[in-house]
């Protein structure tokens, strides 16, 4: 997925395609979270190098402007412990200090979306006690406030991916039409986000 905004190359890899941005991304997300959490620099890095599948969660994604690492996230398999059977989350997100404001996380939830439509995934997870306004921008919605033992209460917000499949009986203008506008890029199973399409 490649873009040219602003004269700015914007393209979303990720860890399987590109590990040598590994040691990159560990930094950033030890400095963000896990050096709190007690883990080591390099127990961040093992945890995200296991981020590699090509389809499905754990799965890294970063973004590069113009060939730079600026931010990730990740389609992770659990996040939160108060919620063990919701399953897969949006996790891990970090966009780099000096390019937070400008609005690049969308670009990553973009393709956060399309793994998750890759994956077949009907419900997305996330957690975040700071970041609410940004993903309800994004088309998430509030779930609940999370109450968590010793730790600040959390917002727990969800994504619905609606898989449709369209009716053998469909007209082929209607199949057309389904196809022009980019709902079906695999054959016959259609997947869409309703809010997307304005329902
Ligand atoms: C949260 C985050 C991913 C948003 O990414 P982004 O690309 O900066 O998103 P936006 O450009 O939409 O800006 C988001 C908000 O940050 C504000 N902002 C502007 N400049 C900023 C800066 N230099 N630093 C932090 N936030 C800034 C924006 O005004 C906006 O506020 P609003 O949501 O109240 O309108 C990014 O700030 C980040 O990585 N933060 C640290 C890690 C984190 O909190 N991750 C989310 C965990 S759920």
Same mark, same amino acid.
């Given at each position: 997925?490649?873009?040219?905004?602003?004269?700015?190359?914007?393209?979303? @890899?990720? @860890?399987?395609?590109?590990?040598?941005?590994?040691?990159?991304? $560990?930094?950033?997300?030890?400095? *963000?979270?896990?050096?709190?959490?007690?883990?080591?620099?390099?127990?961040?890095?093992?945890? !995200?190098?296991?981020?590699?599948?090509?389809?499905?969660?754990?799965?890294?994604?970063?973004? +590069?402007?113009?060939?730079?690492?600026?931010?990730?996230?990740? +389609?992770?398999?659990?996040?939160?412990?108060?919620?063990?059977?919701?399953?897969?989350?949006?996790?891990?997100?970090?966009?780099?200090?000096?390019?937070?404001?400008?609005?690049?996380? !969308?670009?990553?939830?973009?393709?956060?979306?399309?793994?998750?439509?890759? $994956?077949?995934?009907?419900?997305?997870?996330?957690?975040?006690?700071?970041?609410?306004? @940004? !993903?309800?921008? $994004?088309?998430?919605?509030?779930?609940?406030?999370?109450?968590? $033992?010793?730790?600040?209460?959390?917002?727990?917000?969800?994504?619905? !991916?609606? *898989?449709?499949?369209?009716?053998?009986?469909?007209?082929?203008?209607?199949?057309?039409? +389904?196809? +022009?506008?980019?709902?079906?890029?695999?054959?016959?199973?259609?997947?869409?986000?309703?809010?997307?399409?304005?329902?």
């Amino acid at each position: 997925m490649t873009k040219l905004i602003d004269n700015e190359r914007l393209e979303v @890899v990720s @860890v399987r395609t590109r590990p040598d941005l590994l040691p990159v991304i $560990a930094e950033w997300l030890w400095h *963000q979270w896990w050096k709190e959490e007690g883990r080591s620099l390099e127990e961040t890095q093992a945890i !995200y190098a296991e981020c590699c599948k090509e389809a499905g969660a754990p799965q890294t994604l970063i973004l +590069l402007a113009n060939d730079m690492p600026i931010a990730t996230v990740t +389609l992770a398999r659990k996040d939160l412990d108060e919620r063990p059977t919701l399953t897969p989350w949006l996790a891990g997100v970090c966009v780099i200090p000096a390019r937070r404001g400008k609005g690049y996380i !969308y670009h990553l939830l973009e393709a956060f979306d399309s793994a998750c439509r890759q $994956a077949s995934v009907k419900t997305a997870w996330l957690f975040t006690n700071t970041a609410e306004r @940004v !993903y309800l921008r $994004a088309g998430w919605r509030v779930v609940e406030i999370v109450d968590r $033992a010793g730790k600040l209460p959390v917002t727990l917000m969800s994504r619905d !991916y609606v *898989q449709y499949q369209i009716p053998e009986t469909l007209s082929r203008r209607g199949r057309f039409l +389904l196809v +022009l506008s980019g709902h079906n890029p695999g054959g016959a199973k259609v997947n869409f986000h309703p809010p997307a399409l304005g329902i």
